[in-house]
């Protein structure tokens, strides 16, 4: 199929004996299988010197090598040039077949990734339709059992108010029926004791008789009708007793946002409890205050009238202490300054304050 570009009669230096053997192979007549049996046999000894003589390589060889190397060599056969165009071609063939099977693979893969991911988001979006009506169904669910609940509570609530209004305004006619006693009561006292100063008609006497007037009850109604209502508990506070665990449960976790609206519903929740929407009024205090001096029934009783005309005194109620000195219980509210009302009363008076509380008065003169 090919031919040898070498030249007959003439060998490389570093070619073997071996190519020397073969082109002689070709031209020399075949061996016999004795001569062949012989050869194989024959020592190593006398095939040594055969080798390295023909190794040997004289000056006239190489030089003869060079020349040829340096000769420029022939032109190729056309019968190689066609045959390396027809395996050129063969391997851009391969080339363009293994390139089309590769984007046809791929072209396959991302189909089918496509239509998977297609199957995926309908399947997300069927399962969201299912979350989304569940949560609907939970919600109307939890709307009509709200719904129950407000109704339940609401009802409590009504019979609650009716039971309340009904023992509130029992409490109210008790506390009406026990004031207008005390007062027929006093008023029966003081017709009684009024009718023995009419008989008397030595002063000293009259002055001994009039020690034992008796006292106005009426510091002790209005502690009486203060303690009547009771006092009502707070907004959020009614509301927690009225819910259960979970509403509670809600209420503390929701405190930290509706902790601006607490005031505002505390205050409006104060001025509601009271009648009308005015505020409630502070605890007030009661004084007793020792008078001496005072020389007449008249001079007494205009005392109590005059105190009880002040702005910020309440009430005033007259009796008579253990050593006979009038004694004249002021209500007030706790910062007011009953010193000075007293003052304004009598400019003449001395008041002295003790260490319990009373004041004691020295009037100069009966009034």
Do not use: C
Request: net charge negative; hydrophobic share 35%; no cysteine.
């Amino acid at each position: 199929m090919t031919s040898s570009q070498r030249r007959p009669g003439f060998r490389l230096p570093w070619s073997g004996d071996s190519e020397a053997d073969e082109g002689h192979a070709h031209d020399a007549p075949p061996r016999s299988s004795t001569d062949a049996g012989m050869i194989a046999d024959a020592p190593a000894a006398e095939a040594a010197p055969a080798t390295t003589a023909t190794r040997d390589v004289d000056a006239p060889a190489v030089e003869a090598v060079a020349e040829a190397i340096e000769r420029p060599s022939e032109p190729p056969n056309e019968f190689l040039k066609s045959l390396v165009s027809a395996m050129r071609g063969v391997a851009e063939e391969s080339r363009e077949s293994s390139v089309h099977e590769l984007q046809s693979t791929i072209d396959t893969r991302v189909e089918e990734m496509r239509t998977r991911s297609a199957e995926e988001a309908e399947d997300l979006g069927r399962r969201a339709e299912v979350d989304t009506e569940a949560i609907a169904e939970w919600s109307r669910t939890e709307m009509e059992r709200i719904r129950q609940e407000t109704d339940r509570k609401t009802e409590t609530r009504r019979k609650q108010l009716d039971r309340q209004l009904s023992e509130h305004q029992q409490r109210t006619e008790r506390a009406i029926e026990s004031m207008q006693s005390r007062v027929e009561e006093y008023e029966r006292q003081l017709g009684a004791f009024f009718a023995q100063l009419a008989q008397i008609e030595d002063p000293a006497e009259f002055v001994a008789a009039a020690k034992r007037i008796p006292s106005s009850p009426v510091a002790e109604i209005g502690a009486e009708s203060s303690a009547t209502i009771p006092t009502a508990a707070s907004l959020d506070a009614r509301l927690a007793q009225l819910s259960g665990p979970e509403t509670k449960a809600g209420t503390g976790a929701e405190a930290g946002k509706n902790g601006s609206g607490a005031a505002s519903r505390s205050a409006t929740d104060k001025a509601a409890e009271q009648p009308d929407g005015a505020p409630a009024d502070d605890s007030e205090s009661t004084t007793p205050v020792v008078v001496k001096g005072l020389g007449s029934f008249g001079a007494i009783t205009t005392f109590k009238q005059a105190l009880e005309q002040v702005d910020g005194v309440g009430s005033v109620a007259l009796s008579l202490g253990p050593t006979g000195e009038f004694v004249y219980r002021a209500t007030h509210q706790p910062a007011f300054d009953l010193v000075a009302a007293i003052t304004r009363v009598e400019p003449s008076a001395s008041v002295d304050a003790q260490a319990d509380g009373t004041l004691r008065v020295t009037v100069t003169r009966g009034r």
